[in-house]
C-alpha cells in the first residue's frame, strides 16, 4: 500500500512522527524530574523532622543521666563522709585504747618487779629460817630429808610391801595371760607325733637261711659290714630278723640300706658288701638332699642354698635327747610363724631362723665349736640374711638377743623341747636337778622349808614368819628367782613362790 505513496508525505509523517516522540519524551521528562524533586523535598522535611525529633530525645536522655550522675555523685560524697566519720571515730577508739594498754604494761612491770622483790625477800628469809632449823635440830637439810624418808618408810613399809605385791601380781597376771594365749594358740594350731627315735633299727629277712649268709664264714662277711658302717648286728633268736645297733640314725639308715641291698642280690661277701655300703651312702645322700627340700616346702622356705638343705636332711637323722632334731626343728618353725604372727612381728625371719637354729648339729664331731657356732659360720658362709642368723643365735642364750625374732626363737625351742613325750631324759638327771633347786633354796636364811613341784617348773619356799615380814618375802623371792637363773641348768621357766604364814594361838580357859 506504500509501494505508491509519495517519498515526501512519507519524509513529513516520518519527520512529524519525530518530533512528537521528542515532545513526548520532554514531557516525561519532566514530569519525572518534578515528581522526583517532590518526593526528594518530602523526604528531607521527614528527615529533619526525624532529626529535630532525635535530638530533643537525646537531650532528654542527657539532662535524665546528667541529673542521675548528680544524684549518684551527692549519695558517693554523703557515704565518704559518714565513712570519714567513723575511721576518725575508730582512730580515736584506738588511740584510747593504746593509751589504756601502755598503762596496763606499764602497771604490769611494776607489779612484776614488786612480785620479783617479793620472791626474793620470801626466798632469803626461807633460807634464814632453814638456816634456823638446821642449827636449832643439829643436822643439815639433806640429813633432815633422809631422817623423814626413813621414817616414812619406816612407817609405811608394810603398805608399800602389799602395793608392790599387788603390782608385781597384776603385772604378772597380766603378761602370763597374754603369753598363755599367745602360746597356746600356737600348740594348738600345730600338732606332730611326739615320738623319739630309738637306738635300734630292725630288718626283716625273707627266711632264717640268710643269716648264716650274713654272718659268714668265721664271721669275716659280718666283721667286714661292721667295719664299714660302723653299726653292730645283732643276730639272735629272734625269727626272720636281725637288729642293727648304732646311736647314730645316720648310720643305721645306711647300714640298713646297704644290708637290704645284700639280701636282695643274694651274694653276700665282702667284695659285695664294700659295694652295696657306697651305693647306700650315695642313695641316702640323695635321699637327704630330697629331705631337706621337702622340709624347705613345708615351710614355704624357697632361696636355701642346696648345701644347706642337704645338711637340714642330714638332722633328720640326728637326735637329741631322743627327739628328732628335723621333726623338732619343723616343729619349732611353725610355732615361731605362729608366735610372731600372733606379736605382729617378722614370721618369714622367725620361720626360717627356727629352722635352721640347730643346723650346726648336722655337722660331724671332728669339727670344732658348738652347734650354735658351727651354725652361725655355716649360714654366714652361705650367705644367709644377717637377720635369720641374728634370730637363731641366741635359742640357747650363748649370744645376746638381737632382735624381737630371737626371743620368739627360743621360746618355741623351750615349748617344742618341754612338750610332753617330745624328749627323754634319765630319771637320774630328773632328779639330781629337782634336788639341786631345793638345796639352792634351802641355803637362804629364813627358809624353813622347800618343795619343787611341777616337774620342777615350779618352787614353793616357806620362810620363818618372825625372821621375814612381807617387803622381805618379796625381795627373797626376786633373789631366789636370781640365784637359780644363775646357778642350775633347767629348760623353760621355774616359777618360785614365796609363802609367809603367820599363825597366832591363844587358848581360853
Request: charged share 35%; proline share 2%.
Amino acid at each position: 500500500m506504500f509501494a505508491n505513496t509519495n517519498p515526501i508525505v512519507i519524509g513529513g509523517i516520518l519527520i512529524v512522527g519525530i518530533a512528537v516522540g521528542y515532545l513526548v519524551r520532554r514531557w516525561l521528562s519532566l514530569h519525572t524530574h518534578v515528581s522526583l524533586e517532590r518526593k526528594a523535598q518530602e523526604e528531607l522535611t521527614r528527615a529533619k523532622r526525624e532529626a529535630q525529633d532525635a535530638l530533643l530525645s537525646a537531650k532528654e536522655k542527657a539532662a535524665t543521666t546528667l541529673s542521675r550522675a548528680e544524684d549518684e555523685a551527692r549519695e558517693r560524697k554523703q557515704e565518704l563522709r559518714h565513712l570519714e566519720e567513723r575511721i576518725l571515730k575508730k582512730e580515736e577508739a584506738l588511740e584510747r585504747e593504746r593509751s589504756l594498754f601502755q598503762n596496763d604494761v606499764k602497771r604490769q612491770r611494776e607489779e612484776s618487779e614488786e612480785l620479783r622483790k617479793t620472791k626474793e625477800e620470801i626466798r632469803v628469809k626461807q633460807e634464814e629460817v632453814a638456816q634456823e632449823f638446821e642449827r636449832i635440830a643439829g643436822m643439815t637439810r639433806e640429813d633432815a630429808r633422809r631422817e623423814l624418808l626413813a621414817s616414812l618408810e619406816r612407817q609405811h613399809r608394810e603398805e608399800l610391801a602389799a602395793l608392790l605385791v599387788k603390782l608385781e601380781r597384776a603385772k604378772q597376771e597380766h603378761i602370763e595371760a597374754k603369753s598363755v594365749e599367745v602360746i597356746t594358740t600356737a600348740i594348738q594350731r600345730y600338732a606332730r607325733s611326739s615320738v623319739a627315735d630309738v637306738t635300734t633299727s630292725v630288718v626283716h629277712l625273707p627266711n632264717e637261711d640268710i643269716k648264716g649268709k650274713i654272718i659268714g664264714r668265721e664271721g669275716r662277711n659280718i666283721r667286714t659290714f661292721e667295719r664299714l658302717t660302723g653299726v653292730e648286728l645283732v643276730v639272735d633268736e629272734t625269727p626272720e630278723s636281725i637288729l642293727l645297733s648304732s646311736f647314730d640314725p645316720y648310720r643305721r639308715e645306711i647300714a640298713s640300706i646297704a644290708l637290704q641291698k645284700l639280701i636282695k642280690d643274694g651274694r653276700i661277701q665282702p667284695a659285695k658288701i664294700e659295694e652295696k655300703v657306697e651305693e647306700a651312702r650315695e642313695e641316702l645322700e640323695t635321699h637327704v638332699q630330697k629331705v631337706g627340700e621337702d622340709a624347705a616346702y613345708e615351710m614355704g622356705i624357697l632361696d636355701l642354698p642346696k648345701e644347706i638343705l642337704s645338711l637340714l636332711g642330714r638332722l633328720n637323722y640326728r637326735t637329741s635327747y631322743g627327739q628328732n632334731v628335723l621333726v623338732h626343728s619343723l616343729e619349732m618353725a611353725h610355732i615361731a610363724g605362729m608366735i610372731a604372727a600372733e606379736l605382729g612381728l617378722n614370721s618369714e625371719i622367725a620361720k626360717k631362723a627356727a629352722l635352721l637354729h640347730d643346723l650346726g648339729k648336722a655337722i660331724d664331731h671332728d669339727v670344732e665349736g658348738t652347734h650354735v657356732e658351727i651354725g652361725r659360720r655355716l649360714l654366714k658362709k652361705c650367705g644367709i640374711d644377717e637377720a635369720v642368723i641374728r634370730a637363731m643365735e641366741a635359742h640357747h642364750e650363748e649370744y645376746p638377743f638381737a632382735s624381737p625374732e630371737a626371743y620368739v626363737v627360743a621360746a618355741a625351742d623351750a615349748i617344742s623341747a618341754a612338750r610332753p613325750g617330745a624328749r627323754r631324759d634319765t630319771l637320774e638327771k630328773y632328779l639330781k636337778r629337782l634336788e639341786d633347786i631345793e638345796k639352792t633354796v634351802m641355803a637362804f636364811p629364813g627358809v624353813k622349808q622347800t618343795y619343787a613341784v611341777s616337774a620342777g617348773r615350779e618352787v614353793r619356799v616357806f620362810v620363818v614368819p618372825e625372821k621375814i615380814d612381807d617387803f622381805g618375802a618379796l625381795q627373797l623371792a626376786k633373789q631366789i628367782a636370781y640365784k637359780i637363773q644363775s646357778d642350775v641348768s633347767y629348760p623353760g621357766e621355774i616359777k618360785v613362790t614365796v609363802i609367809r604364814e603367820v599363825k597366832a594361838v591363844e587358848y581360853a580357859r
